[in-house]
């Protein structure tokens, strides 16, 4: 039936059913933050001990202003930057592995702190509104923090020495659900993630980056290329940073 826990099973029923990742989340302000970062982590634990598997993500919105809804403009469990900034640390400690997702609800101040904090995946140039990519931003379901574009969020992140990655690879070669887990928890996906955040990255600035992003982000591969641990791995990540730099595309580990 669809009872009041039907929402709660839904993760459970996605994996039965064959999905080997999913995401899980709590819209911040309509209870306890501390009850909600308890409720998330218990489910973390439960999918972990069911499935072998834990949250590919961990999005964290909080409650912003939207168009008909007057519960958005007082919520009725605030949360303020302070406990915000406490609820992205105590869930990066507690699950290491996931990512974590922090949108353009928050401000371009909030997101870049928080990425020292334990965020590690952002959203940029969103639109909330039907039709918003293509028309004025009219009807938007809730109000945005950070109106900046991708370019200037990118150049933003390469600025404060950070590496975009646009990477996709584990996907595509089915390291995925259980898989994916057996690299992730032991930190063995860095071998993957950094060379494939430069490929990919690289591939943005020659594609589409403006000159000023361009000269930042380079400066962040060359600084990053010394932090691939594996030599050889490192120089595999060289050899198709030029290929890239020659016109080929879609070159992943």
Do not use: W
């Amino acid at each position: 039936g669809y009872g009041p826990g039907h929402g709660g099973g839904a993760m459970d029923r996605a994996m039965e059913a064959g999905i080997d990742d999913v995401g899980v989340g709590v819209l911040f302000g309509l209870a306890d933050y501390r009850f909600e970062i308890m409720a998330l982590l218990q489910h973390v634990h439960h999918l972990e001990e069911k499935f072998g598997v834990g949250p590919h993500t961990i999005s964290m919105p909080r409650i912003e202003p939207a168009e008909g809804s007057d519960l958005s403009l007082h919520p009725p469990h605030a949360v303020d930057d302070n406990d915000f900034r406490k609820i992205i640390a105590i869930l990066r400690v507690s699950v290491p592995y996931t990512g974590m997702i922090l949108s353009t609800r928050e401000t371009g101040k909030m997101r870049r702190e928080a990425f020292s904090l334990g965020i590690s995946q952002v959203s940029a140039g969103s639109r909330t509104n039907p039709g918003g990519y293509s028309e004025d931003d009219s009807g938007a379901q809730f109000s945005l923090g950070d109106h900046r574009n991708l370019d200037e969020v990118i150049a933003d992140i390469a600025g404060h020495g950070y590496v975009p990655s646009f990477c996709t690879g584990c996907y595509r070669l089915g390291r995925t659900g259980a898989d994916f887990m057996d690299l992730a928890k032991p930190g063995l996906i860095q071998l993957y993630c950094l060379p494939n955040a430069l490929t990919t990255f690289k591939e943005y600035l020659e594609d589409y980056a403006t000159p000023k992003t361009r000269t930042a982000g380079e400066a962040v591969i060359a600084a990053q290329l010394a932090n691939i641990p594996s030599d050889e791995v490192r120089k595999k990540t060289i050899h198709n940073l030029e290929e890239i730099e020659s016109g080929k595309r879609d070159l992943y580990l």
